[in-house]
């Protein structure tokens, strides 16, 4: 079998997977709600902002950890929101674990 063949099929299976559906599901429904759909957008520019500070070697300041740590706390509290995350937590893990997997496959040509 053709490796494009079996990259193709894997990414139709994750497109069928629950966790890419529910995901997505929860993205439409965040989506109709602008209120919900700021929040989500506020604490994804904090996020980020956080891991720029990580990966740049940086200590996040105690603003930008407390900022996180608010904005989180305020979207757990909603159903929708926190359900959102909760998908969106399950769909990275399982884009991870295929990452792992992959990585691991070739992890003797890194070296």
Do not use: C, W
């Amino acid at each position: 079998m053709n490796v494009y063949d079996t990259v193709n099929r894997l990414a139709k299976e994750i497109k069928e997977s629950e966790e890419y559906l529910e995901y997505k599901k929860m993205k439409e429904i965040i989506k109709e709600i602008p209120e919900l759909k700021q929040k989500l957008d506020d604490f994804e520019k904090a996020r980020y902002e956080t891991q720029i500070s990580t990966m740049k070697g940086e200590e996040p300041t105690k603003e930008q950890v407390e900022n996180l740590q608010k904005i989180y706390l305020e979207l757990i509290q909603n159903d929708k929101t926190k359900k959102y995350l909760d998908t969106e937590l399950k769909f990275n893990t399982m884009l991870s674990d295929i990452n792992k997997i992959l990585g691991e496959a070739v992890q003797d040509l890194i070296q």
